[in-house]
């Protein structure tokens, strides 16, 4: 092992990199004092007081996380999606106990607004313990799977998921159908967004699925704003160096350890924080004795079982571009152990973390991947993370970083949504 | 993106330095790729060459982004009708992470010697090596070429 690892280091940080990690020693070096230490390389962008100086890979390392946010689209797979009755059918299902089995548990009970639509959990709970975190559902119209093994290809595949996981909420289609059909606000909204009312559709299974869509329309709305990290970045777009100074020094210095000699941005790439795949981190994967979480591995089989897919009868997408994904994606012995990459985006909301919620605070998190164990990381895998060995200093810049990824609107609870004619 | 680029690696690197120098207009190493021409319409982004067969590709769309889906269209030459290639698959991988592609590319002919791979997502920017394994008479020849993606 020793000897393909020291040559992945040295091939990994290519040139730029090295300037990048170059720049953020002397970041370090500077400690937490108001005006960082400006690198002296030309290569380095003009100093602002405040500003802390990016070379040109850094530069364009900060401005590919943005421009956020990204624009609003709807699921060519979900007819409801944009639907403005659809949308506030899906709100009120969203908050609805009586969708499960016991009458007592909804997904806001894992997705809290208040709570950056998590639980604050370590590990969820339903109907019964469950053995993952739950990842909020803000922003996730932007993502490509769903869970944390991406056993969803779609918003609305995931919302049918839990409501039929006996451990979850331990609904059944016929249940579900029976609520929505029983209820004149929810009866009216359905019948509005569908053009048909549930109670003129004898199909049980084509009410759950349609209930999932107008949840996934409810779900697509929750993006959040701009943050103080996306000011920089504009600021840094518009070469306006004086706005981009006052973006906190040691949220900066974290910033360049994070696209710089943390490599963070290989995966967590793009505006959403997030490459959207999956990757071995490093967590074991033990769930209980004797019991694994295979995590990626067995999201792939359930995704291909999963009748509710995009390749399967309840896709609206005519064209199957939207089951391309599904259509090539693969089974590999890599994906054993893998688990979805989350976003960052307000992340300093969404304690726990991992997939099984084991660390916290998220200080915690950038010392696993500062004290990395190699032991834990797949052979057999990609070889892509190693030790970031980072200094206290640096482990307080990345989370000052991060934290400066939070909206003001994260916690925010939506105002209840009227369509006309709807009670 | 970035154009793709060329690196010397093993058996690559002449190949790649003969191209160069053909493109020069400078005297080449002996050998001579077999002749490709491509279908009406179509338009190389890149040529590929060993001294037996040619590949000839580009990508829809263009611009290869991280984290989309993106196709193939390629022509092989000899040509299958020549009877000199049996079949096309294409891949790729990230050596530097040691890992490939979450997805399987799926490869049909479409006529006129052209092929269409479908299903190619390049999942993290850094430099991912596109592969074309060309089958002929039981064996496999790849031809490949870089891509830095940003």
């Known amino acids: 092992m020793n000897a393909p690892r020291r040559r992945l280091v040295t091939r990994f940080v290519r040139p730029a990199a090295r300037v990048a990690a170059g720049c953020a020693v002397l970041v370090a070096l500077a400690g937490t004092a108001d005006l960082p230490r400006v690198s002296g390389n030309p290569a380095t962008t003009p100093d602002t007081p405040g500003a802390t100086a990016l070379s040109p890979a850094e530069r364009r390392g900060v401005l590919r996380h943005g421009p956020w946010p990204m624009p609003a689209t709807t699921d060519r797979s979900n007819r409801a999606s944009g639907d403005p009755a659809a949308i506030a059918l899906g709100q009120r299902l969203f908050f609805d106990v009586r969708l499960s089995a016991g009458g007592t548990v909804s997904c806001a009970t894992c997705h809290e607004p208040a709570r950056a639509w998590t639980d604050g959990r370590a590990r969820s709970q339903g109907l019964a313990a469950l053995d993952r975190n739950s990842p909020t559902v803000l922003n996730a119209a932007h993502h490509r799977w769903f869970s944390w093994d991406g056993r969803a290809d779609s918003l609305w595949a995931q919302s049918i998921q839990p409501m039929l996981d006996p451990r979850e909420m331990g609904a059944t289609a016929r249940h579900v159908a029976s609520v929505i059909r029983a209820d004149a606000g929810l009866a009216c909204l359905y019948g509005t967004a569908y053009r048909q009312a549930p109670a003129a559709q004898p199909d049980d299974e084509r009410v759950l699925v349609n209930a999932g869509k107008a949840i996934a329309a409810f779900v697509e709305r929750l993006d959040t704003g701009k943050t103080p990290f996306d000011a920089y970045r504009d600021a840094l777009a518009r070469g306006d160096h004086a706005a981009a100074a006052a973006y906190p020094t040691d949220a900066q210095r974290g910033l360049a350890i994070f696209v710089g000699k943390g490599n963070c941005s290989l995966c967590h790439f793009g505006p959403a924080f997030t490459n959207g795949e999956f990757h071995d981190v490093g967590i074991p994967f033990l769930v209980a004795p004797g019991r694994v979480d295979s995590g990626r591995h067995d999201g792939i089989r359930r995704l291909q079982a999963n009748r509710f897919n995009l390749l399967g009868p309840y896709s609206d997408d005519v064209s199957g571009t939207t089951a391309t994904k599904t259509r090539h994606v693969e089974q590999q012995q890599a994906t054993f152990g893998q688990f979805k990459t989350p976003s960052l985006r307000n992340v300093a909301l969404t304690a726990p973390y991992m997939h099984d919620g084991r660390l916290a605070p998220l200080r915690d998190v950038v010392r696993h991947y500062s004290d990395l164990d190699m032991d834990r990381i797949h052979t057999h895998g990609e070889q892509l993370l190693r030790p970031l060995k980072l200094s206290e200093a640096e482990v307080d810049a990345v989370v000052a970083f991060l934290e400066s990824l939070t909206s003001p609107d994260a916690t925010a609870t939506p105002a209840p949504r009227s369509v006309p004619g709807c009670p | ?150």
């Open chain 2, 1 to 150: 993106m970035r154009p793709p680029r060329r690196r010397g690696r093993r058996a690559l690197a002449s190949l790649a330095v003969a191209a160069s120098l053909a493109a020069a207009g400078l005297p080449t190493i002996a050998y001579s790729a077999p002749p490709c021409e491509t279908p009406r319409g179509f338009s190389a982004q890149k040529r590929l060459e060993s001294p037996d067969a040619v590949v000839l590709y580009r990508t829809i769309p263009p611009a290869i982004e991280v984290g989309q889906h993106f196709a193939v269209e390629a022509v092989v030459c000899p040509t299958p009708s020549d009877g000199a290639a049996s079949g096309l698959r294409v891949d790729a991988r990230m050596p530097e992470h040691r890992h490939g592609m979450n997805y399987r590319a799926r490869v049909v002919k479409k006529g006129d010697g052209l092929y269409l791979a479908e299903g190619l997502l390049f999942h993290m920017p850094g430099l991912w090596q596109l592969m074309f394994d060309v089958e002929r008479g039981g064996r496999t020849e790849r031809l490949m070429t870089d891509i830095d993606l940003e």
